[in-house]
């Protein structure tokens, strides 16, 4: 039969055994909390690395970047307007391009003329500093007839067209680079033959 004094000997040996290795559970009250992982801290620094991009790009200096992405925009928007209107009415349309500015024109008559009422169509003149370069791909389509195209007395007058939107739903394949003398970036918008749209930007230098 066991002793008293040999039952506390074994409650302290228990108690020492406990003091050893402590309870891995958090006292009542207090939470625990653990660090970030490896993975959690990549996230966080790309994540700051875009904003840190963006803002060197917005607030840098260089504003004509920012406006050249919103003339970008506005004729990738402008010429897919002008690609349902050309399909729904069945006119041939068609963009004159100069170095900084465009115009969308419409054929009537046998001639292709501008549209100066139609306030979102009519002839635009970049913001100043910028300016847009234009590469065609393939022939022209002939939509005149061969007598009125070379007519050489009118030839001054006329808008020539350099890209043309017709009511098939093709579109001359082009590519439109806006750009700035004071800016190290260019935005490429590109069209294919069917009327697909992309742009993109390049940084020069």
Same mark, same amino acid.
Not at 108 to 120: H, I, K, S, T, V
């Given at each position: ?116 009422? %139609?306030?979102?169509?009519?002839? =635009?003149? +970049?913001? /100043?500093? @910028?300016?847009?370069? *234009? !590469?065609? #791909?393939? $022939? ?40 700035? %003398?004071?800016?190290?970036?260019? =935005?490429? +918008?590109? /069209?294919? @033959?069917?009327?697909? *749209? !992309?742009? #993109?930007? $390049?940084?020069?230098?």
């Amino acid at each position: 039969m066991p002793r008293a004094g040999d039952a506390d000997s074994v409650v302290c040996s228990r108690q020492r055994r406990l003091s050893d290795h402590p309870a891995q559970a958090s006292p009542p009250g207090i939470s625990s909390c653990r660090g970030f992982t490896l993975l959690e801290l990549m996230v966080v620094l790309v994540l700051i690395g875009i904003i840190f991009s963006f803002a060197v790009l917005s607030l840098g200096g260089d504003k004509l970047a920012e406006t050249m992405e919103q003339e970008t925009r506005r004729l990738v928007t402008l010429i897919g307007m002008a690609a349902d209107e050309a399909v729904m009415r069945g006119e041939e349309l068609a963009i004159h391009f100069t170095d900084d500015s465009y115009a969308f024109l419409v054929l009537r008559a046998g001639d292709w003329q501008p549209d100066e009422n %139609d306030r979102l169509f009519k002839t =635009y003149s +970049l913001p /100043a500093g @910028l300016y847009v370069q *234009l !590469e065609v #791909e393939g $022939e022209p389509p002939l939509l005149l007839e061969p007598e009125e195209e070379d007519e050489e007395d009118e030839e001054e007058e006329r808008l020539i067209p350099q890209v043309y939107i017709l009511s098939s739903g093709e579109m001359t394949a082009f590519t439109a680079t806006f750009g700035a %003398d004071q800016s190290r970036y260019r =935005y490429h +918008l590109s /069209a294919s @033959l069917l009327g697909e *749209l !992309e742009w #993109e930007v $390049e940084e020069t230098f």
